[in-house]
Nanobody, 120 residues
Framework: QVQLVESGGDLVQAGGSLTLSCAAS????????MRWYRQAPGQEREWIAT???????YFDDSVKGRFRISRDHHKNMVFLEMYSLKPEDTANYIC??????????????WGKGTQVIVSS
């Protein structure tokens, strides 16, 4: 019912920057929390950032101070600005959203991810 599509992944040199986007579409009344996760090959999916509907932001220590999360409520989009990228940031970056379909029903959705490769 809701689709999340990430974009912006690329190959970037260490120390560089990159901005990822995630667009939610479908039957959406509003979106509560939006989150970014990442998953490196052979590793478990890792939560890295959350932004609430009210604009509260939370970050994992691994990206705190280097990444910034923001959202556009009207466009149902969330962004992840990444700075001072490190090779260990290489991963598939996955968007997550807690979507409110109506006053009494909500559901969580996942995107398929966009690949970020940081070269040393």
């Amino acid at each position: 019912q809701v689709q999340l599509v990430e974009s912006g992944g690329d190959l970037v040199q260490a120390g560089g920057s990159l901005t990822l986007s995630c667009a939610a579409s479908g039957s959406i009344f509003s979106i509560n929390d939006m989150r970014w996760y990442r998953q490196a090959p052979g590793q478990e999916r890792e939560w890295i950032a959350t932004i609430s509907s009210g604009g509260d932001r939370y970050f994992d220590d691994s990206v705190k101070g280097r990444f910034r999360i923001s959202r556009d409520h009207h466009k149902n989009m969330v962004f992840l600005e990444m700075y001072s990228l490190k090779p260990e940031d290489t991963a598939n970056y996955i968007c997550n959203a807690h979507v409110q379909h109506s006053y009494d029903y909500s559901m969580e959705y996942w995107g398929k991810g966009t690949q970020v490769i940081v070269s040393s």
